[in-house]
């Protein structure tokens, strides 16, 4: 059966679920937000309430007049467009083991969500806290990762909420190091890049935090609201090249995203000391 034959609904589907298992960055994101996405530089408003003041109440006596909250209005903008486009010839098809497009579109998936969490990890906003360490080591690792999560309760950040940590593989080998992480029975639901927990930290680990030009990867501590992301898997479809005999797909990945809390957040700049100092 020629893959053309395919329903399309069914393959953007399948992206669609591989994309979310291969996610790390985004799975981290709130998607409360997504909503209808038609095209790229489509636009998800998200609203907000501002403050409410407490007053000391006393009896028999009126309270102030109904206090008028403040609305607030932000955009996530759906202006990332990705796409993807293969071909594989009848010949390789003829000769390979069943299972080959759907192999191909897992590598597409995977290249994909590696672009969507890259630009996660890009977001900024001088409104976040940050935090630097030169020489980061497996012993003052400790002190960075507390120094963040007084942050974050400074910021009124509840011991209730869901935070995470989010660092590449030249820090997670200070954390394994320092041997303070501890491991959970809910590895599966905490998903790809999970590493353990820590001062109630749910710590990930990621290719997709790379160093700048100075050798420091910016970490990041948040909360589940933190980053709102919206996506939509598009336009999957199967076809046959007119001059060419075999398969081929091609699609289109929109998505946006948006700090929405920065209070939520602190960056970490970290440069890990080398390995004779660890």
């Known amino acids: 059966m020629a893959i ?12 669609y679920q591989e994309l979310e298992k291969d996610y790390v960055g985004v799975r981290l994101c709130s998607r409360e937000f997504e909503g209808e996405i038609r095209g790229e530089g489509d636009r998800v408003k998200i609203c907000g309430i501002g403050p409410v003041t407490v007053f000391d109440y006393k009896k028999n006596q009126d309270m102030p007049a109904a ?3 403040s609305d607030t209005e932000r955009t996530l903008v759906i202006d990332q467009a990705k ?3 293969f071909f594989l010839d009848s010949i390789d098809l003829a000769q390979s083991k069943k299972g080959l497009m759907q192999a191909a579109m897992k590598e597409a998936s995977d290249a994909l969500s590696d672009v969507a969490d890259r630009y996660i990890y890009s977001l900024t906003d001088p409104a976040v806290e940050a935090l630097s360490q030169e ?3 497996s012993t003052n690792i400790i002190g960075i990762i507390a ?15 869901k935070i995470s940590l989010e660092v590449p593989p030249a820090i997670e080998q200070k954390l394994v190091l320092a041997k303070v992480l501890r491991s959970t029975d809910n590895v599966e639901v905490l998903g790809r890049g999970y590493i353990g927990s820590f001062m109630g930290f749910d710590i990930y680990v990621t290719n997709n935090i790379t160093p700048d030009e100075s050798g420091n990867y910016r970490c990041i501590a948040r909360t589940g609201r933190a980053i709102a992301f919206a996506e939509q898997v598009s336009a999957v479809k199967a076809y046959e090249p007119e001059l060419r005999h075999g398969d ?8 946006g995203a948006k700090i929405l809390y920065p209070k939520e957040m602190v960056f970490l700049n970290l440069a890990p000391a080398a390995e004779a100092e660890i």
């Not at 120094?147 to 909420?161: G, K, T, Y």
């Not at 081929?248 to 998505?255: E, W």
């Open 83 to 85: 796409g993807f486009n």
């Open 67 to 69: 206090e008028v909250l």
């Open 135 to 137: 020489a980061v080591t």
């Open 248 to 255: 081929a797909v091609k699609g289109l990945h929109l998505y």
């Open 147 to 161: 120094d963040a999560r007084r942050i974050l309760m400074e910021h009124n950040v509840p011991n209730s909420a």
């Open 4 to 15: 053309t034959n395919f329903i399309p609904t069914l393959w953007s589907e399948t992206l």
